[in-house]
């Protein structure tokens, strides 16, 4: 089973995204947005079930630079990473499916 889904930062992106072995989604969020906290509990049952996808949060407001970086306009916007790149990319609380189907997974 899959590790839980753990916050990154400014800080850390770097290390926990970019320099990953594995494929990263990142969720842009932040604590107000009630779309946010809609697709959340879709990406702990992401989380759960694959083991070969680490899945972070990133939360806007504490680290503005990443979603500068990133252009985040929108949130939730999830974002998949591989080899350092945004391969895919998500904006919206979108039923587990769709979000599957949008980020190649």
Do not use: H
């Not at 990953?20 to 009630?34: E, H, I, K, Q, S």
């Amino acid at each position: 089973m899959a590790a839980s889904i753990t916050e990154v930062t400014d800080t850390n992106f770097q290390a926990e995204v970019l320099e990953a072995d594995t494929p990263v989604l990142v969720d842009f969020w932040a604590p107000w947005c009630g779309p946010c906290r809609m697709v959340a509990p879709v990406l702990e049952e992401m989380a759960g079930e694959r083991d070969d996808l680490k899945i972070v949060k990133l939360n806007v407001d504490d680290n503005p630079s990443t979603a500068m970086n990133y252009s985040i306009a929108s949130i939730p916007t999830i974002a998949r990473f591989e080899g350092g790149q945004v391969t895919q990319q998500a904006v919206g609380a979108l039923p587990k499916n769709q979000l599957s189907a949008q980020l190649g997974l």
